[in-house]
């Protein structure tokens, strides 16, 4: 009995090794035809710039630019079978598709069909089209099942795709797609210009207000397909952020702390200076005032920023404020000083 089994589990494992071996060969019949992505290129016609394949993969391409595709193709050497063809798939604008001497204006177009075709080397594809306009489908919270479309970067490709056909028009499987699929980005300089603004108006008001969940919604609106309201919304938070920025309170608060650190090198002066600090270390008393004075330096250099952005503001209060800020920093500039003093006659008391 156990010799029994012992021999069916051998054939099992002989009958598994047959079957992967089945597969990986099949697997690699598949990889009929290969595209040479270093030899292939593509070229603006509007510019006239020509570019690497690779260097176009998930690019930005401007709407209405006519684009050139030269894709060079090869067999692999692998088996192709009777029923094999190549399709050719593309959402460009008016597209012409250039196989051998053969010419489509389809979006979609079978060749390379039939064995004699199989026989020959594969003809160079020839792809030019223009650029979508950049509109796709949106989803709408709360609206997912209507059918939207917004603007914005839209997905644009060129598939070649190799199968078997019965119909001549369309593939029954798929067996191989050739990559890597051309794809990429369609977008405009409006496009581009409205990021580049609203990106500006977010980062203006962050500065003045910090982060709230509307930058994000406003980001998600244009993400969405909305980047004229987006950029029209971000202005006004922008805007409306003016009104809520932080008044300079903080600064007078900070002011008062720094008028205690003065009043207390004031202390310590008349301390040392009546013979009460001796056994004190006087060098590191004076030099901890140097650097007391070196940070009140600091945010009056910080004050003076402030003050000089209220001064150019359209408000006559924020104004106003810039010029008790000037005033303030001479003050400060004055107390730095009289401690910078102090810590000097500490040291020359020793």
Not at 27 to 48: F, I, M, P, W
Not at 288 to 312: C, P, V
Request: hydrophobic share 35%.
């Amino acid at each position: 009995m156990r010799r029994v089994l012992c021999v069916l589990c051998v054939l099992l494992v002989v009958l598994s090794l047959a079957v992967l071996g089945v597969g990986i060969g099949a697997a690699a019949v598949q990889e009929v035809l290969k595209l040479d992505e270093k030899k292939s290129y593509v070229r603006n016609l509007d510019t006239g710039i020509e570019q690497n394949y690779t260097d176009i993969l998930d690019s930005e391409q401007l709407e209405g630019n006519m684009l050139e595709f030269h894709i060079y193709v090869s067999k692999t050497g692998n088996p192709i079978l009777d029923d094999y063809v190549l399709e050719l798939r593309t959402n460009l604008d008016s597209p012409e598709w250039k196989f051998g001497d053969d010419l489509s204006h389809s979006a979609n177009w079978i060749v390379w069909k039939g064995t004699e075709a199989h026989e020959h080397v594969v003809p160079k594809v020839i792809l030019s089209g223009e650029v979508p306009k950049p509109i796709r489908k949106i989803k709408e919270p709360g609206f997912e099942g209507y059918d939207l479309y917004g603007i914005g970067e839209k997905d644009v490709y060129v598939e070649l795709t190799v199968g078997p056909t019965r119909d001549g028009a369309t593939l029954e499987t798929i067996i191989q797609k050739l990559e890597p699929t051309m794809t990429f980005k369609s977008t405009s300089e409006a496009i581009r210009a409205t990021k580049r603004e609203m990106d500006t108006n977010l980062k203006e008001a962050k500065a003045k207000i910090g982060d709230y969940r509307l930058e994000e919604d406003i980001e998600e609106l244009y993400e969405a397909g909305h980047p004229g309201w987006a950029s029209k919304l971000s202005e006004h938070y922008n805007e409306l952020s003016v009104g809520a920025e932080p008044k300079p309170v903080g600064l007078y608060a900070i002011i008062a702390l720094m008028l205690g650190l003065i009043s207390g090198a004031g202390i310590v002066y008349v301390y040392v200076s009546r013979g009460g600090g001796k056994g004190m270390d006087i060098s590191e008393i004076s030099s901890e005032l140097d650097d007391t004075s070196g940070r009140i330096a600091d945010k009056s250099s910080a004050i003076n920023t402030l003050s000089t952005r209220f001064a150019r503001s359209a408000d006559e209060e924020q104004r106003n404020t810039a010029r008790e800020l000037l005033k303030i920093r001479a003050s400060l500039n004055e107390l730095a000083n009289d401690i910078r003093t102090i810590a000097d006659r500490i040291r020359g008391s020793r």
